[in-house]
Nanobody, 126 residues
Framework: QVQLVESGGGLVQAGGSLRLSCAAS????????MAWFRQAPGKEREFVAA????????TYANSLNGRFTISRDNAKNTVYLQMNVLKPEDTAVYYC???????????????????WGQGTQVTVSS
């Protein structure tokens, strides 16, 4: 079965950086779009970033203002989220997700993603 395992979360001061990784197994990774979502305490899960199966197309939540970068290494079955200039409002559990449809276009809706990791906590102190 598909497994997604996130890593790289932690505690960082405002203005700092973190790089999240998500290692995938169970399906041919290179065929599927991937995405990152996050959920802060008391809030709904929200879209952060997505990348198509080749890595050639990406999309981001408007609120990020270019601070985050999603990428993937299909040879390593891994998707990354580079987060720079972190703010306290970025504090959340970050989840990676794998698209439902092989070779599908990238989507921002959580319903378009069939598999989810367990999440990694990111805490940004002020």
């Amino acid at each position: 079965q598909v497994q997604l395992v996130e890593s790289g979360g932690g505690l960082v001061q405002a203005g700092g950086s973190l790089r999240l990784s998500c290692a995938a197994s169970g399906r041919t990774f290179a065929r599927y779009p991937m995405a990152w979502f996050r959920q802060a305490p008391g809030k709904e899960r929200e879209f952060v970033a997505a990348i198509n199966w080749t890595g050639g197309k990406t999309t981001y939540a408007n609120s990020l203002n270019g601070r985050f970068t999603i990428s993937r290494d299909n040879a390593k079955n891994t998707v990354y989220l580079q987060m720079n200039v972190l703010k306290p409002e970025d504090t959340a559990v970050y989840y990676c997700a794998q698209g439902s449809t092989a070779y599908g276009i990238i989507q921002t809706a959580s319903t378009s993603y069939a598999y989810w990791g367990q999440g990694t906590q990111v805490t940004v102190s002020s």
